[in-house]
């Protein structure tokens, strides 16, 4: 920035110079520029407009220093003013924080007679404290003078008179230095909580000592069992030994005495270059020739000899009585189990399963009868042995009644279970009132049921059920179903799907499997009598637009077992549901039918 021209001193300055105005437009903008700093930066810092602040200070401060930089004919007064005006803010500051500073120090000197206060008030506690010490062991020490005193005088008299003097002594109660576990301070100077907690501590003792008589035995017990059964087991051993070293010597005796009986039955042929001896000898020594072993006299097992075998019943009636230990404890999957993998099957039987039908238990937990059946059924590979109809049928309906119709499936599929009708029609039963998605699952085990036992009708309702109508018809064509069969499954399934097919011929036949009339009758008799209309209404509309060759009239006259009240009934059916055209249609063909049969019938 250039430097402004000096003016000459004003008359009546006294020779000094007055300082030029400001007059330059670049002077003016720097002042209005600087200003507007100064505004922004206070606005910014959110400065207060009045009253001391240091965030203000530095501000203006710094507004100063751009000022003197850019005024340079300035400069010396404007630096000497801010000297000044810094000196005098400086020594202001500083008389600041030494008031700050001397304040505190007033403070503290004004709080150090309440500190002294506070030690002398703790200094008085203390003594108290101590002075209570002081008495209580002068107390102690009383009290051990007095016991010493008691002791010296127990001392000097004969042992005989020490109860005598104790009892004259008085009994001194003491509080307990801590509470009885489990009880309040109320309960533990309550009398009757504390007879009642004496009864059960009776009480459990008690228990304790029955327990430790008949449920536990002493350590030293088990290593004299171990070691018992140890001997046992070598005793066995030898046992054994001596039994296969007895078993063939029986053998050698019994092919002895079949070969003795041979060689005196039979001397002059076979043995007849062989003396007695000599034919024994070859005979054991060829012991297992033909004639040992398709001789009648040898065919007798030696199994009855066998120790191994005594046992048996005890072991069975041991593994009976483990099972209703296992049932009284409550222990019922453990029960199911042990019952399911049971030796020769002695617990796979009617009565197991009654036991495990007649425990309740709550909603929401394992039933002990669903263990056990999934027990059964999961054993079934390792028996070999499908349980019978009745205990399936028990074992589904028990994993209905769970809604595990999961397991079913699994059983179904593996083949664990003896099927029978009752079963298919518990499967069947179960989809009654259930959703979609239980009834696409159940239907088709039902049908497979039913297809297992040869209930050909019941298979073909389920896959009608199913809307399986085209295979229903082949697995009835295939099971050479009678037109009653047809109508049973047509009334348990009265679907118009399944009128329209049965209507139509099937097969290698050009009839249809049943006749219109015969259908439509049996339809009305249900309670989906609608479908009936509702076929011949199809079946009209078939004809109107020419994709049906038969008419009305030729239905009429080639339906042989439909007599003319049935007709009659399904044209009142036809004017009742507003189709009367084809009530129309259906009266006259009936009604020349009806002539027709008059004329032949009547003699010429």
């Known amino acids: 920035m250039t430097e402004l021209p000096q003016q000459s001193p004003r008359p009546g300055s006294g020779g000094k110079r007055v300082l030029p105005p400001i007059s330059s437009e670049v002077e003016r903008q720097f002042i209005q520029d600087l200003q507007e700093n100064v505004y922004v930066e206070m606005a910014r810092l959110n400065c207060p407009d009045q009253g001391p602040d240091e965030q203000r200070y530095i501000i203006y401060k710094d507004a100063?220093?751009?000022?003197?930089?850019?005024?340079?004919?300035?400069?010396?007064l404007m630096t000497a003013i801010k000297a000044e005006y810094e000196n005098c803010i400086e020594t202001i500051e500083r008389g600041q924080k030494e008031s700050f500073y001397l304040s505190g120090k007033v403070k503290a000197m004004a709080a150090e007679q309440t500190t002294l206060n506070y030690y002398q008030r703790r200094t008085d506690e203390l003594q108290h404290r101590m002075a209570v010490v002081h008495a209580d062991n002068e107390k102690l020490r009383e009290e051990l003078e007095s016991l010493q005193e008691t002791q010296e005088e127990l001392d000097g008299i004969p042992e005989?008179?020490?109860?005598?003097?104790?009892?004259?002594?008085?009994?001194?109660?003491?509080?307990?230095?801590?509470?009885?576990?489990?009880?309040?301070?109320?309960?533990?100077?309550?009398?009757m909580c504390l007879q009642r907690k004496i009864e059960e501590c009776q009480q459990l003792v008690q228990n304790l000592k029955q327990s430790?008589?008949?449920?536990?035995a002493p350590r030293r017990q088990k290593e004299q069992l171990k070691h018992q059964l140890a001997s046992k087991?070598?005793?066995?051993?030898?046992?054994?030994?001596?039994?296969?070293?007895?078993?063939?010597?029986?053998?050698?005796?019994?092919?002895?005495?079949?070969?003795?009986?041979?060689?005196?039955?039979?001397?002059?042929?076979?043995?007849s270059s062989f003396s007695p001896a000599e034919a024994v000898a070859l005979a054991l020594a060829r012991s297992g020739?033909?004639?040992?072993?398709?001789?009648?006299?040898?065919?007798?097992?030696?199994?009855?000899?066998?120790?191994?075998?005594?046992?048996?019943?005890?072991?069975?009636?041991?593994?009976?009585?483990?099972?209703?230990d296992l049932f009284e404890e409550g222990r019922y999957s453990d029960a199911a189990m042990h019952a399911a993998n049971s030796p020769k099957g002695i617990l796979r039987n009617p009565e197991t399963?009654?036991?495990?039908?007649?425990?309740?238990?709550?909603?929401?937990?394992?039933?002990?009868?669903?263990?056990?059946?999934?027990?059964?059924?999961?054993?079934?590979?390792?028996?070999?042995?499908?349980?019978?109809?009745e205990t399936s049928l028990e074992c589904v309906k028990s994993a209905l009644q769970e809604d595990r119709l999961d397991l079913v499936t699994h059983w179904i599929a593996q083949k664990r279970l003896t099927c029978s009708e009752p079963l298919g029609h518990l499967l069947y039963n179960y989809t009654q009132g259930k959703n979609t998605d239980i009834v696409n699952k159940c239907l088709p085990l039902a049908q497979a049921v039913y297809t297992k036992v040869g209930a050909h009708i019941q298979s073909a309702v389920c896959m009608c059920k199913q809307g399986r109508v085209r295979a229903m018809m082949e697995y009835a064509h295939n099971a050479k179903f009678s037109k009653d069969a047809y109508v049973g499954v047509l009334v348990a399934c009265p679907t118009l799907a399944l009128a329209e097919v049965l209507?139509?011929?099937?097969?290698?036949?050009?009839?249809?499997?049943?006749?219109?009339?015969?259908?439509?009758?049996?339809?009305?008799?249900?309670?989906?009598?609608?479908?009936?209309?509702?076929?011949?209404?199809?079946?009209?509309?078939?004809?109107?637009s020419g994709t049906s060759h038969p008419s009305l009239k030729d239905i009429v006259f080639s339906d042989p077992t439909t007599n003319i009240h049935a007709w009659l009934q399904i044209i009142r059916s036809c004017q009742d549901s507003g189709l009367y055209d084809v009530g129309i249609e259906l009266l006259a063909a009936v009604t020349v039918l009806e002539a027709i049969k008059k004329a032949t019938s009547s003699p010429t």
């Open 212 to 216: 430790k008589q008949t449920r536990y």
């Open 160 to 191: 005989q008179d020490v109860d005598e003097v104790s009892s004259k002594k008085s009994k001194v109660y003491t509080l307990p230095d801590k509470l009885i576990p489990g009880l309040s301070l109320e309960e533990s100077t309550d009398m």
């Open 503 to 544: 209507v139509q011929p099937y097969g290698d036949s050009n009839t249809p499997v049943l006749p219109v009339g015969t259908v439509v009758s049996e339809l009305l008799r249900t309670e989906s009598h609608q479908v009936g209309v509702q076929l011949l209404d199809k079946i009209h509309s078939n004809i109107q």
């Open 64 to 76: 100063f220093n751009k000022l003197i930089e850019h005024v340079i004919a300035y400069r010396p």
């Open 289 to 324: 020739s033909k004639m040992s072993v398709t001789s009648a006299d040898t065919a007798t097992t030696f199994d009855d000899d066998d120790p191994t075998k005594e046992r048996e019943a005890e072991m069975l009636l041991e593994y009976i009585e483990h099972f209703n």
């Open 233 to 271: 087991s070598k005793a066995k051993e030898h046992v054994s030994e001596q039994n296969l070293h007895l078993k063939a010597r029986c053998l050698k005796l019994r092919v002895a005495l079949d070969t003795l009986k041979a060689y005196y039955k039979d001397s002059q042929h076979s043995f």
């Open 353 to 389: 399963l009654a036991r495990f039908k007649a425990i309740h238990v709550k909603p929401g937990k394992l039933s002990p009868l669903l263990a056990y059946c999934e027990a059964l059924m999961s054993s079934v590979p390792a028996v070999g042995i499908l349980p019978n109809a």
